[in-house]
Each structure stands twice: as structure tokens, then as C-alpha cells.
């Protein structure tokens, strides 16, 4: 039921994986931009003018997936460092993913 949200979702924790082996600002950056552009495409939960109510749990998801998101472009206009940042990151699609995946039993 929410396949794509999920494949958008895990996709970003996969990006995430290889913050051990950054070594510089530009590479964290970089992945900073890829977790964005990736974020970029999780669906809205409706449409404007759509009737269909969306439930708890995907409204939630897409408010962590947005915070997420928003939390990258801080990193990189160096408003939060990017350990604290990615850290913060994690949790909240690890939020989100649980809501949706919650939500299927």
C-alpha cells in the first residue's frame, strides 16, 4: 500500500549508511543534497481538493519524512552541524518508515 513511500524512505536510510566513511564538508554536503533530491519525490498524503482522508499514520510519516528533509537543507546552511544533523535525519525517517510499516498489520 505505500510501496513508494517506503522505497523513498529506505533509500535515504541507504544514503545515510556511509556517514562513516566521509571524510570531508564536501562530501557531507553532497550527501546532504542526495537525501533532499531523494525526498524530494516522497508523495503528498492527498491532493488539494482530493476527499480521500488520509490516515494517522501516513500523515505522520510525511511530516517526519518533511522534517527530515528540512533538517538536511539546515546542514547544509551550516545551521546545525551535520553529525548532529544526520543523526536527527535517521530518527526521523526510522519514524516515519515504522508508521507506515505499523500501519500494514
Do not use: W
Amino acid at each position: 500500500m505505500y510501496d513508494k513511500q517506503t522505497t523513498h524512505l529506505t533509500d535515504c536510510l541507504d544514503l545515510l549508511a556511509s556517514i562513516p566513511f566521509l571524510s570531508d564538508s564536501n562530501e557531507r554536503n553532497e550527501l546532504a543534497q542526495n537525501i533532499i533530491d531523494t525526498l524530494g519525490g516522497y508523495p503528498k498524503p492527498r491532493h488539494k481538493n482530493e476527499v480521500k482522508e488520509e490516515s494517522p499514520n501516513e500523515l505522520g510519516a510525511y511530516f517526519f519524512t518533511s522534517t527530515a528533509r528540512n533538517t538536511a537543507k539546515l546542514a547544509q546552511l551550516e545551521c546545525i552541524p551535520f553529525d548532529k544533523a544526520f543523526a536527527a535525519i535517521t530518527g526521523n525517517l526510522e519514524r516515519a518508515l515504522g508508521l507506515l510499516t505499523d500501519e500494514r498489520k
